[in-house]
Nanobody
Framework: QRRLVESGGDSVQSGGTLKLTCVASISTVTTSAMAWFRQAPGKEREAVASIEPDHKETYYSDSVKGRFTISVSNAANTLYLEMNDLKPEDSAVYYC??????????????????WGQGTQVTVSS
């Protein structure tokens, strides 16, 4: 059983910056591919970014590429998502996920076994 707890969501103005945190149970970040997803009201959950267990490869959706950065702290068992130049369309509940079923599902909401409870990000124009 993996435990994932997100935090860091807030309300910011367009162009602002936030850093989301996902504290995971011990060894999760070193043994599991992990990812950030988001879901806006009335929309399907979509991938934002994912990272391989060795942390050498990262993947981003086109909508956030160049603005968001996914990273990991092994010592803190924590996954991060640094978000810059935020836009109103980035508003959503953000979830972290762990234990990927297959590499081809790295950016699919069907690809992960464990999920956090989510943290709300609201960007106003």
């Amino acid at each position: 059983q993996r435990r994932l707890v997100e935090s860091g969501g807030d309300s910011v103005q367009s162009g602002g910056t936030l850093k989301l945190t996902c504290v995971a149970s011990i060894s999760t970040v070193t043994t599991s591919a992990m990812a950030w997803f988001r879901q806006a009201p009335g929309k399907e959950r979509e991938a934002v970014a994912s990272i391989e267990p060795d942390h050498k490869e990262t993947y981003y959706s086109d909508s956030v590429k160049g603005r968001f950065t996914i990273s990991v702290s092994n010592a803190a068992n924590t996954l991060y998502l640094e978000m810059n130049d935020l836009k109103p369309e980035d508003s959503a509940v953000y979830y972290c996920a762990a234990d990927r079923h297959a590499w081809r599902l790295r950016m699919s909401p069907n690809g992960y076994k464990y999920w956090g409870q989510g943290t709300q990000v609201t960007v106003s124009s």
